[in-house]
């Protein structure tokens, strides 16, 4: 999955030596693309920052009998499109058409704070009630690339007889829910309350695969490191790490905000639906006991470079140990015969020679059986125990 980082200002965008390629290119997408959108210090309340791009408005309308669905709405033909005792959703894709949202909260009576929440992006995941309709603010997992995420703003409005939902791209995440409402079924006889819990369930059901992906990361890495650890493993150990951090926030915000919504007093969410919300708080909690074991598995992934490092190390000073302990005896032979006395034995005998070469292997041997059996260069097998 990938994860929207806060960066502190003035580094150095020029690579370190050794730092993660890729990551870089993580960073500078980010950055071109603008993950969060803040109006100017000291601009007024509800001031908003309208990114370039499009917006497209598209309805589902329904209930027990009917269903409508109609793609690429205008504006002016959005107030026709409502019908009171229905329920009606309109999504909004992409925030970037000024007058379309301007107009879409002159229709439904959304506050000027609610609506510079649902434009300036980068808002944390949260759940707000207001006199005519109730604002809650989600983070969706959106899928990039294999194991990568995106994770991408979506605001739902719920009102008396609608559900807003607005998505600050253009990738599709609502797909099985309009499915179920096709089907038909116990959705088509609920209200816009149910409605607002099912989408809401369908984001927080898809942080499921950035779990399941984010803990077949944490394998690998482990693994790795104790395998063969690296520098390289350690970069990518603190990016993993980063990116945990920023889901492990997010779902936690997720999870408060369904439950503000579960135990909000507001007369928009009725009784039964509550209970829903309640099975969907269940799944946030179950993710979010995840995240943390993942989150402290991530921790001791650092242990277990040092802990791997310090092993390899070891095995390299016991190797270089071993030959010098070898040489040594060997040096010291050389040296006695090395020495320019007249009178030495053996020094004028026809295999003096020999004998010395003899006696130096004769020392290595002694040494290596000695080594292999004080377990210095690999532990002896076990003999089978005889009954």
Known sequence: MTRKVVRAHGRDDTLAKGEDTTSAKQRERRRTQGSHRRP???AAPGTIVFPQGTTRLNVIRYDKEQLFERTGVGIDELPALIVPGQVNWVEVEGLADEAVLRRIAELFKIHPLALADIVNIGQRPKAEAYSDFELVICRVAC???????DLEQLSLVLGRETVLTFHEGERDVFDPMRERIRRGGGVRSMGVDYLAYALVDVLVDGYYPVVEAMGEKLESLEDRLIARP?????????RVRRELLTFVRVVHQQRDAVGAMMRADHPLVGDAVRVYLRDSLDHALQISDVLDTFHELALGLMEVYHSSLSHRTNEIIKVLTILSSIFIPLTFIVGVYGMNFEHMPELHWRFGYLLAWGLMLGVVVGLLVYFRRSGWLGELPERPKQD
């Open 230 to 238: 690296t520098q390289a493993l350690l970069g990518e150990t603190h």
């Open 143 to 149: 899928p990039r690339a294999a194991h990568e995420f």
């Open 40 to 42: 100017p210090v000291g």
